[in-house]
């Protein structure tokens, strides 16, 4: 049952392509963030390597496991030692041939709250996750948990409102986003500041007209391993928002980071009490929203 005020926090981390590492390392930073108080603990996407999606390559797929495997399993038996909870983005394998961006919410017991299946799947350049992923097929969903009603979206879902809208009409009080973004080296001059302006005020909107705290965990530093690629320069920039899209902590574009902030839910009452957007909405005129054009 949600407390009237917890602390979440998301770490900013560097992961490398060693999966043994970075499940060591994710664990120790938990700790840390669990130190300072942190109840409700967001790590990045794909969190057990790097982001190898720049490529389209079967090898990669090596990097995926079962549900309720290695990364379960760890994070399950640390979430009951601290008694915290902890959203874990994952590649997982739920069959030969078909795989997901998920992420497993762990609740303070050590058991699953709830498991998100990432809904909407890029494919740009350096970013082909089609070539990996299945989309989502279990919706968009709040979860109870022992500190709170948590919604967990993943990255590329951050861009759409509809996401945010469907999670927090459920109750979520925060909304998640594990993520993994950033420049083209070769573009960060021109349109940098844009594409990470974009990023943060998105999110911020959801925030906005939800009436919701926004946590996004991002990785940094440059990522490049594939020859003759200019690689991919992880933002970071990480934050946490308030239900009237304030930032609440900010983090740096290139420096691991634990960022913790207090989700204060009479706050949250308040705000929706004087911006009623959630009581004005005209669910009778919106049955075109279902459409790909209005043609």
């Known amino acids: ?24 390392k994710c ?15 967001l ?12 490529s389209e390559d079967v090898d990669n797929f090596a990097f995926a496991e079962p549900l309720y495997s290695t990364s379960f399993i760890a994070f399950s038996e640390l979430a009951k030692e601290l008694g915290v909870v902890i959203i874990v ?41 089609k070539f990996y992923f299945t989309p989502g097929d279990i919706g968009f969903k709040s979860f109870p948990t022992k500190k709170g009603n948590i919604g967990t979206l993943i990255c590329w879902d951050q861009w759409y409102p509809e996401a945010a809208r469907l999670t927090a009409l459920q109750g979520a009080e925060v909304l998640f986003y594990p993520t993994a973004i950033g420049w083209h080296p070769q573009e960060k001059a021109q349109y940098g500041e844009n594409q990470q302006g974009a ?40 934050f946490i928002a308030g239900p009237q ?23 949250q009452e308040n705000v929706r009490q004087s911006w009623p957007f959630l009581r004005d909405r005209r669910i009778d005129k919106y049955d075109e929203i279902t459409k790909r054009a209005i043609d």
């Open 43 to 54: 790590l990045p996407e794909l969190y057990s390597s790097h982001y190898f999606c720049q």
């Open 89 to 129: 983005p994952f590649f997982e394998k739920r069959m030969a041939g078909v795989y997901h961006n998920s992420a497993y919410i762990i609740d303070t017991d050590g058991t699953e709250a709830g498991l998100y299946r990432k809904m909407h799947i890029p494919d740009d350049p350096h970013f082909y996750e």
């Open 1 to 24: 049952m949600s407390k009237n005020k917890y602390k979440i926090a998301v770490l900013q981390l560097n992961l490398n392509d060693k999966p043994e590492n970075n499940l060591k």
């Open 245 to 267: 899209g304030e930032i609440l902590a900010q983090a740096s574009v290139d420096k691991e980071e634990i960022l913790i902030a207090e989700v204060d839910l009479s706050l």
């Open 199 to 238: 990023w943060m005020n998105v999110m911020r909107g959801h925030a906005v007209a939800n009436g919701i705290y926004v946590a996004a965990a991002n990785r940094i530093g440059l990522e490049k391993y594939l020859p003759d690629t200019n690689g991919i320069e992880f933002w970071g920039s990480s």
């Open 27 to 41: 664990m120790q930073w938990v700790k840390d963030a669990a130190k300072q108080g942190a109840e409700v603990i």
